[in-house]
């Protein structure tokens, strides 16, 4: 079904908007709604425009003086009895009559089977900049300089399972359009006869690295319903880009929120990713990058707000890591379509979907918003101390999101939901000691080893079947089985693990299956062996040495797709060739594909041969 979510060519007089009203527009809660001294004080937007001065009043043409419009009856707005109590719109005092630019198309997100958000950017083309009152069916939502000029709206009422267009336009000028978008919402939480749900999978998308072809898959094949981002959606660094024309506009690390701004702004022009925004809804997450390299709840690699190193000594641009994260987060919110869930606990990310008894997502922030101190680069050794300790409290996701997860998927099984997926941002499974080729990664779940245990023991031991995750961070590919015996025994945990435990252990039971995708743009780990060829020869050494993973490339960019019906979960991953140094859309090849059948807790074999990238020997 088709559905026209149209934004109504409506204005009211500005100084008729409260507050409340400005919350329409979800852009303004972000991120913290009840913590408004935090994020944008929408009493304050209002109280400014009630003291507009009078030039400024004096841009916005008074609706009754405009001449193109007949007078009566008046088509082109909406009958008396839409939004603001406001009966006559001809008598609208304000209006902003000028043409938008609708600068960056539109993006939709975070289905329900009920609602989901829609959202777009309107800049007026005018030499003033003033709020832009909009509205859609069901309620007015208002934008402006306060939020970048976003518009992010739930449309809500919708019906499940269902493909929608939609469309913003200019309140002033309906034939002031933005691009039309599709989105589809999820199935119904309470449905039994899901049809195949399909994914495509990113992370790592990083602008003067390359071109995002990865983004135009799903376009180009119409092979996935739901696009999933698991974070470096963006990149802060102010480097690169030159041989490929994609020079950051700031020279420099991100600090200011209108850096951060911006940098959405410059990511937002790829053609592919515009694309993608505008057929696709998306499920976001981030990662570090979205603020500052393995950041933490207090910190990055070089932003802090120790006083004990002289105030911010480690900050970039001398701004304080706690102000520097509340800007990254804050043009998150604003510029990503996503949901803000509990926006009074910590801007928290983490949630939940649930597609029917098909499946359900558990959607994790391993990163910002409760993970104790990370590997810094100059603390290694330390973090590596403290990483082995599985007795430990360290916590990669904080308490409170390891009772969400470990309930989450507890009631996922007990009430016969077939698959639990896991959006996660790094690598859960225990990534060998080979030093020849590749050292521990303690950023990634390797140094949170006991919060590692925790999570596969209770799912061991709550016997919960067809949990799959889906890793992002390493710009290369990976296939794990993940479970407590498989995970230690490819660590220097093994001697933790009791004699009999491990003589008993049922490998089919708890078992987590874990799918790691490339970089959409990102070089890493396969490139810095030069070759392809080398490259593998790397990634043989890494699946001989590592009694858990199954498959490893390092070299393509790419993305995976996964599709998942009662019966079975396919992952495949997918490579597009010369490390995006160009852009090449329609050039992408099947590097790999792994199967799960449900309630066998691995994944088939024998394996496929992978077109690029290496197996286990003998699977
Ligand atoms: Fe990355």
């Known amino acids: 079904m088709i559905l026209s979510l149209l934004i109504l060519p409506l204005l009211a007089g500005i100084a008729q908007a409260s507050p409340e009203e400005l919350e329409q527009n979800l852009a303004y809660r972000s991120p913290y709604v009840s913590h408004p001294a935090l994020g944008i004080d929408t009493r304050q937007v209002y109280k400014r425009h009630l003291e507009a001065s009078a030039e400024v009043r004096s841009d916005l043409k008074k609706r009754q003086e405009q001449t193109d419009i007949p007078s009566g009856e008046d088509s082109e707005y909406p009958q008396p009895g839409y939004g603001l109590g406001v009966t006559d719109w001809s008598n609208s005092n304000y209006i902003y009559a ?44 208002l934008t402006g300089a306060d939020v970048d000029w976003t518009v992010k709206v739930e449309a809500t009422g919708l019906s499940a399972s269902t493909l929608y267009s939609y469309q913003f336009e200019n309140c002033a000028k309906p034939d002031n359009k933005s691009p039309i978008g599709k989105t589809r919402t999820a199935p119904g939480k309470m449905a039994t006869d899901v049809p195949t749900q399909r994914f495509a999978i990113y992370s790592c998308s990083n602008y003067p690295n390359g071109f995002f072809s990865a983004y135009s898959g799903p376009v180009v094949h119409e092979d996935a319903d739901y ?45 592919d990713l515009l694309s993608m925004h505008q057929n696709i809804p998306i499920i976001a997450i981030w990662d570090d990058h979205e603020t500052a390299n393995n ?33 990254a987060k804050r043009a998150y919110f604003e510029w990503l379509p996503i949901r ?52 430990s409290s360290r916590s990669m996701v904080g308490p409170q999101q390891e009772k969400w997860i470990e309930d989450g998927l507890k009631a996922s099984q ?72 498989a995970t230690l025994q490819g660590s220097d945990d093994i001697t933790t693990l009791a004699a009999s435990e491990a003589t008993t252990y049922d490998h089919q039971r708890g078992t987590v299956v874990e ?105």
């Open 414 to 485: 007990d009430r016969g939901t077939v698959w639990k997926l896991i959006w996660n941002q790094v690598i859960l499974g225990s990534q060998t000691p080979d030093q020849a080729t590749f050292t521990i990664n303690y950023d990634a779940w390797d140094g949170y080893q006991g919060n590692r245990q925790r999570l596969l023991q209770h799912i061991y031991d709550q016997s919960i079947d067809n949990v799959a995750v889906f890793t992002g961070d390493t710009h290369a590919t990976w296939l794990f089985e993940n479970n407590i015996q």
């Open 340 to 391: 803000q869930v509990d926006l009074g606990d910590q801007a928290r990310i983490w949630r939940d979907f649930r597609f029917g008894d098909l499946l359900d997502i558990y959607a994790l922030d391993t990163r910002k918003y409760d993970r104790d101190i990370t590997d810094l680069s100059y603390n290694t050794d330390y973090v590596a101390t403290l990483a082995q300790d599985l007795d």
């Open 515 to 619: 799918f790691g995708g490339t970089a959409v743009s990102s070089s890493g780990w396969g490139n810095s062996w030069g070759s392809y060829e080398n490259s593998t020869v790397a990634a043989k050494r890494m699946v001989e040495n590592n009694p858990t993973l199954l498959y490893s490339k390092g070299y393509h960019r790419g993305y995976m797709t996964v599709s998942v019906n009662y019966t079975h979960l396919e992952t495949y991953w997918y490579s597009y060739p010369g490390n995006q140094q160009a852009r090449v859309p329609n050039n992408r090849t099947l590097a790999m594909r792994a199967t799960m059948e449900a309630g066998m807790n691995h994944v088939q074999r024998p394996l496929m041969t992978p077109t690029f990238g290496a197996i286990k020997p003998g699977f």
């Open 295 to 327: 950041d933490w709840k207090a910190g990055s690699s070089d932003s802090n707000d120790s006083i004990s190193t002289g105030g911010c000594a480690y900050s970039n641009g001398t701004v304080c890591f706690s102000d520097r994260a509340m800007h």
């Open 98 to 141: 000028g043409d938008l630019n609708f600068t960056h198309s539109v993006a939709s997100g975070d289905p329900y089977d009920y609602s989901v958000i829609l959202w777009t950017r309107a800049y007026p083309a005018s030499t003033y900049r003033v709020d832009i009152p909009q509205c859609e069916v069901q309620r007015w939502s």
């Open 227 to 271: 696009v999933v981002h698991l974070g470096d959606y963006i990149y802060e660094s102010g480097t690169g880009g030159a041989a490929i024309g994609r020079v950051p506009s700031k020279g420099a690390e991100l600090a200011s929120l209108d850096d951060y701004r911006r940098r959405y702004d410059e990511h937002r022009t790829d053609v």
